[in-house]
């Protein structure tokens, strides 16, 4: 999986890697309790999941993956392949506001 990442992966890791996001370090493709996340921080607790067409009709799967998760305190944030190829920037956005509030719930920075 990390060798070929989907486009809309490989554009928005182009955004989160080298601490590029708020200073915050992502992993790619993390496992978690059995799940493979798309980005990670260990920092934060949050996951974040780049969702194309294979979401399509999976809604019950990932709600159930993204309890099981916040069960953990582990955060999921899923973004679309559509925003990341359309509106990068707001979704960069979006991820930083994220990264500052669970920055603030956890008393860091």
């Known amino acids: 999986m990390r060798a070929e990442p ?20 992502f992993r790619r493709q993390h496992v978690l309790v ?18 194309g067409a294979v979401h399509d ?7 159930e993956r993204d309890d099981d998760l916040a069960s953990l305190g582990v955060r999921v944030v899923r973004v679309r392949n559509a925003d990341v190829f359309e509106r990068l920037d707001a979704v960069v956005a979006e991820l930083t506001c994220y990264c500052e ?9």
């Not at 989907?6 to 370090?25: C, M, Q, S």
């Not at 059995?34 to 969702?51: H, M, N, P, Q, S």
């Not at 009709?57 to 709600?63: K, L, N, T, V």
Request: with cysteine; hydrophobic share 40%; aromatic share 12%.
């Open 6 to 25: 989907t486009a809309a992966e490989a554009t928005l890791w182009t955004a989160l890697r080298h601490r590029r996001l708020g200073g915050w370090k």
């Open 57 to 63: 009709g999976r809604g019950a799967e990932d709600e």
């Open 34 to 51: 059995g799940y493979i996340v798309d980005f990670y921080c260990a920092e934060l607790w949050l996951a974040v999941e780049v969702d």
């Open 101 to 109: 509030q669970r920055a603030e719930g956890r008393g860091e920075r």
